[in-house]
Every structure is written in C-alpha cells, then in structure tokens.
C-alpha cells in the first residue's frame, strides 16, 4: 500500500519525464497532452533491468589546498570494489568527454530575495564551461519541477533565457528536483553532473531522499550542491537539509559549497569549473561477485606520486548491480 500510494502521489511527473524522450508518453489522456510538458510528473515503476558490466568512475582528485590535480596517469590509480582490486579497463582525462549539466535552482519563497543574484551567476557559469560539445538544462523547483530549456542545448542565449524565466513559487521539491533531473541525465552520454542551488530545506517533494539518490547514482550523476545560507538570524536555516545535501554530494563523488552572497557564488560556480576540466574516467569490468549485496562499494587511492598521501581522492561510493526501470 505504501508502494501505491508512492506512485500515486507521483501522478503529474509524467510529462517531465517525457521532455528527456521528446516524445509523448503511452497512454496519456487528451486532458493530460494539453498540460505544460514540464510540469506532469512521472510515475516510476518497479522492475529491475539488466547486470551492470562496464563500471564508470568518474574521479576528482585534488592537493592539501584543494586545487585540481592533473597529469596523473592510469598506474597512478588503485581501484577496489568491496575490498577486492579491480583491472582498470579503460582510462581517459575526463576533459576530452562531452558534458551534460542540469543546473537546478530553488525558487521557493525561501530564496526569493537572492534569486536575482543567483540567476546571475548561473549564467556567468553556464558562459563560462560549456563548449560546443556540451549541453546544459535549467531546472526551477519550487512547489513543482519545470524545465526552463526545451532540453538540453549548447545556445547561450536559450540558457540565458531560461535562467531569467524560472518560475517563483511558495514550497521547495527539492528531492523531485533531484530524482527528475537524475532521470534526464541518465539518457545523456558523456560526463553527467548535477548543480544544485537552494537553501537545502525541502517541504513538498512527493519523492523521499533515498529514491532521490538512488536517482542520482544510477544515472552516474556528480551532484554539486551550492547551499545558499540566510543572512539573517541561523533560525532560518533547515540543516537538515544542508545535511542532506552533503551526504549526496559526497555519495556521488561531487561537492558541497555554501554561499551568503554573490562573490561567493561565483567563486562555487568558478571552483566546479576547474574541476570539471581536471576530472578522470577509471572503468572496469568487475572480476568476480564480490558482495551478494545489491550494492558495491567502491574505493580508489592514487599510487606512485610523492605527494600522493595528500591528496584527496573523490567518487561516487559505489554503484547497484541491478537497475531500476522507470
């Protein structure tokens, strides 16, 4: 029953979904094909497909300072999942891959006062990162999700267009946003990298954190999350939230920033601009079953460089060997 009423509650993601097709979704009513796209929602459904073989790890490696770290080569990588060392298949300096961003802002009444710098910047960084190869949508979430691109796109003026025309609304669906635009990634080929900009609170989502994650992971995403944090008094922020979004940005191998005013968004926005060029793919086909857990965990180290003990090494934590269809 908890199930059904799940997918129940879940009745207007539909048409969203849809947009990451570009085609109309089976079944739909006449009523249903005349709603805005962006704004039906999905109905997940609950069968697995098929045993993950190629494994992706997408790697940030960073110093004592947090700067980048380039140059590495595939001997300078040790990748374990559950304890058990892994042959690394294919290796690639993640620059020369294409890059697919879902830039999702917050809307809610919470953040309307710093909406118009947020916007701002967003737009500096989409100007900033994308190449022609690559392709950016802007999400705004507030009650509802609404894509404000018509898809993905590499025009900067359609970018821009769509940063200034994000909708303001009361209530924050923070995790929706995160499982629909998991859901859209997961098409894209490439590097595919989740930014996320709010104050972390979440009070109208119709989808729970866990799915929300598994969303994310599944679609191999690199969730970066900039916490907007309230001038004001400490009693306007939700931490648990802020919490939250540590969590999933540590879990998929990104990185949470926190931000009171422009300067600082900017410098987030600047800090995952150099990463994003500096990254590394390790793949792998898994040599044996190491776990009969549905999901792997996995662990890489950097070998072979003197400064090696210092470095910080960032990835998804691990992956689930059998996927959901939605």
Same mark, same amino acid.
Not at 151 to 174: M, V
């Given at each position: 029953?908890?199930?059904?009423?799940?997918?129940?509650?879940?009745?207007?993601?539909?048409?969203?979904?849809?947009?990451?097709?570009?085609?109309?979704?089976?079944?739909?009513?006449?009523?249903?094909?005349?709603?805005?796209?962006?704004?039906?929602?999905?109905?997940?459904?609950?069968?697995?497909?098929?045993?993950?073989?190629?494994?992706?790890?997408?790697?940030?490696?960073?110093?004592?300072?947090?700067?980048?770290?380039?140059?590495?080569?595939?001997?300078?990588?040790?990748?374990?999942?559950?304890?058990?060392?892994? $042959?690394? +298949? =294919?290796?690639?300096? %993640?620059? @020369?891959?294409?890059?697919?961003?879902?830039?999702? *802002?917050?809307?809610?009444?919470?953040?309307?006062?710093?909406?118009?710098?947020?916007?701002?910047?967003?737009?500096?960084?989409?100007?900033?990162?994308?190449?022609?190869?690559?392709?950016?949508?802007?999400?705004?979430?507030?009650?509802?999700?609404?894509?404000?691109?018509?898809?993905?796109?590499?025009?900067?003026?359609?970018?821009?267009?769509?940063?200034?025309?994000?909708?303001?609304?009361?209530?924050?669906?923070?995790?929706?946003?995160?499982?629909?635009?998991?859901?859209?990634?997961?098409?894209?080929?490439?590097?595919?990298?989740?930014?996320?900009?709010?104050?972390?609170?979440?009070?109208?989502?119709?989808?729970?954190? $866990?799915? +929300? =994650?598994?969303?994310? %992971?599944? @679609?191999?995403?690199?969730?970066?999350?900039?916490? *907007?944090?309230?001038?004001?008094?400490?009693?306007?922020?939700?931490?648990?939230?802020?919490?939250?979004?540590?969590?999933?940005?540590?879990?998929?191998?990104?990185?949470?920033?926190?931000?009171?005013?422009?300067?600082?968004?900017?410098?987030?926005?600047?800090?995952?601009?150099?990463?994003?060029?500096?990254?590394?793919?390790?793949?792998?086909?898994?040599?044996?079953?190491?776990?009969?857990?549905?999901?792997?965990?996995?662990?890489?180290?950097?070998?072979?460089?003197?400064?090696?003990?210092?470095?910080?090494?960032?990835?998804?934590?691990?992956?689930?060997?059998?996927?959901?269809?939605?």
């Amino acid at each position: 029953m908890r199930k059904l009423a799940t997918i129940l509650r879940l009745t207007g993601l539909l048409v969203s979904a849809c947009l990451w097709s570009q085609q109309p979704a089976p079944h739909q009513s006449p009523d249903q094909q005349k709603q805005p796209k962006a704004e039906r929602r999905s109905e997940p459904a609950t069968t697995l497909r098929g045993v993950v073989k190629l494994v992706n790890v997408f790697v940030t490696v960073t110093d004592a300072h947090g700067a980048p770290v380039g140059g590495l080569a595939k001997d300078n990588f040790v990748l374990r999942e559950d304890d058990h060392e892994q $042959k690394i +298949a =294919v290796f690639d300096k %993640e620059s @020369a891959l294409p890059l697919s961003i879902a830039l999702a *802002i917050d809307t809610s009444l919470s953040t309307h006062h710093d909406l118009p710098l947020e916007q701002s910047s967003a737009k500096r960084f989409a100007h900033a990162i994308l190449r022609p190869i690559d392709a950016l949508s802007v999400y705004g979430f507030n009650e509802i999700v609404h894509e404000s691109t018509p898809g993905y796109t590499s025009d900067l003026k359609r970018i821009d267009e769509g940063i200034d025309h994000i909708r303001a609304g009361a209530a924050t669906a923070l995790y929706d946003a995160i499982y629909l635009a998991s859901r859209a990634l997961d098409h894209r080929k490439g590097r595919k990298v989740l930014v996320l900009i709010t104050d972390g609170g979440d009070t109208f989502s119709k989808i729970d954190y $866990k799915e +929300a =994650v598994r969303a994310a %992971e599944e @679609a191999e995403a690199i969730v970066y999350s900039i916490i *907007i944090v309230p001038i004001e008094a400490s009693a306007g922020r939700e931490t648990g939230g802020e919490h939250a979004l540590i969590q999933l940005s540590e879990d998929t191998g990104g990185k949470y920033y926190y931000a009171t005013s422009t300067a600082q968004l900017d410098d987030a926005f600047h800090k995952i601009s150099d990463e994003l060029r500096t990254q590394y793919l390790l793949a792998y086909y898994p040599s044996q079953r190491t776990s009969w857990s549905e999901f792997r965990r996995i662990e890489v180290k950097v070998v072979g460089v003197p400064e090696a003990a210092g470095y910080r090494v960032r990835h998804r934590a691990g992956y689930y060997s059998t996927r959901s269809e939605f």
